[in-house]
C-alpha cells in the first residue's frame, strides 16, 4: 500500500503550486469533489495571510486519496496549476554538531 498512513488510519495527501489566494475552504471543495474529505489545510504566511503555495488534504480511505491525486494532480485551482501526491511523514531535523552555547559546557 503506497501513501502515508496516519495513526488513525486516513491518507494524507500534499498539495503544491497553489496560487495566494488559494483558502483552505477552496482546496476542502476541490478535493471533495473525489472522496470524503477529512480535513485540508493549505499553509499560510503568518503575517500576510495568503497561501505559502502549499497545503494538505486527508482523506478517509485510501481508494478516496488515489481518487483525489488522480483528479487534481495537474489541474487548475484559482488559475494555478496544482500537483498533488502522497505525503511523506517530515524528515528528522538534522542533528546540530556545533559547540554548546557560550557560557555552557
Not at 49 to 78: C, N, P, Q, W
Request: charge should be neutral; proline fraction near 7%.
Amino acid at each position: 500500500m503506497s501513501g502515508f498512513v496516519s495513526s488513525n488510519s486516513c491518507y494524507w495527501i500534499f498539495g503544491f503550486g497553489f496560487g495566494k489566494p488559494t483558502t483552505t475552504e477552496k482546496l476542502h471543495e476541490a478535493f471533495s469533489q473525489f472522496g470524503e474529505v477529512v480535513h485540508a489545510k493549505v499553509v499560510t504566511d503568518r503575517v500576510s495571510g495568503y497561501s505559502k503555495g502549499f497545503g494538505f488534504v486527508r482523506y478517509s480511505t485510501v481508494e478516496d486519496a488515489a481518487k483525489g491525486i488522480e483528479g487534481m494532480d495537474g489541474k487548475f485551482l484559482d488559475g494555478w496549476v496544482i500537483f498533488a501526491e502522497y505525503a511523506r511523514p517530515r524528515q528528522p531535523p538534522p542533528e546540530n554538531h556545533m559547540a554548546p552555547p557560550y557560557g555552557h559546557q
